[in-house]
């Protein structure tokens, strides 16, 4: 199901949507503060979109709901965003924008409109986000969608600042 918002449609993500993100994917500013790298190729995205496009994880126990975003302004895809639904009723939110797209405001757009999505067709979730603790837009977009801070991690492996997490929570 497609969800509208004033600027943006967030798009059910469908292994077509693989070609239209993988340049946007490839910008390294992009993983400075996610344990993730570009995809290889648009092929192999297409394969982890085919996965995604179950909605659910292998053995059943967590929906995957994640979306494309189209921006009616740019006239082009600017991002995407997910949410897992756990069995403890958690959902857990991740969020990608191309940098070009930074500070328009898009990603609060979006995830305020995925939240309202998730709120309207699932009963009594507790939202989260794990943010680098140096990714201070993320946090900032996350407080002004009125998370707080629950827990603070760090990889015990290594002390560096890099591996520094926060569990940013939001009650219902």
């Known amino acids: 199901?497609?969800?509208?918002?004033?600027?943006?449609?967030l798009e059910p993500l469908q292994p077509a949507h693989a070609e239209l993100l993988f340049?946007?994917?490839q910008s390294a500013s992009i993983y400075d503060f996610i344990e993730?790298?570009?995809p290889k190729s648009i092929e192999s995205l297409r394969d982890r979109?085919?996965?995604?496009?179950?909605?659910q994880?292998?053995?059943?126990?967590e929906i995957w709901l994640n979306w494309a975003v189209w921006s009616f302004v740019e006239r082009c895809y600017v991002g995407y965003v997910q949410a897992t639904i756990t069995v403890e009723n958690s959902a857990i939110l991740g969020y990608v924008f191309f940098p070009n797209f930074w500070g328009k405001g898009y990603a609060r757009e979006a995830v305020s409109c995925m939240i309202s999505y998730l709120v309207e067709t699932y009963q009594n979730l507790d939202f989260c986000a794990d943010?680098?603790?140096q990714n201070h837009r993320s946090i900032a977009?996350?407080?002004?969608?009125?998370?707080?801070?629950?827990?603070?991690?760090q990889n015990i492996e290594s002390h560096q600042d890099e591996f520094k997490h926060e569990v940013l929570y939001r009650k219902r």
């Open 36 to 38: 993730d790298v570009p």
């Open 131 to 133: 943010v680098n603790i």
């Open 1 to 9: 199901m497609k969800i509208y918002s004033q600027r943006l449609c």
């Open 57 to 61: 994880s292998p053995d059943g126990t």
């Open 23 to 25: 340049e946007g994917l």
């Open 49 to 55: 979109y085919m996965v995604l496009a179950d909605r």
């Open 141 to 153: 977009l996350l407080h002004n969608l009125g998370f707080v801070r629950s827990t603070y991690l």
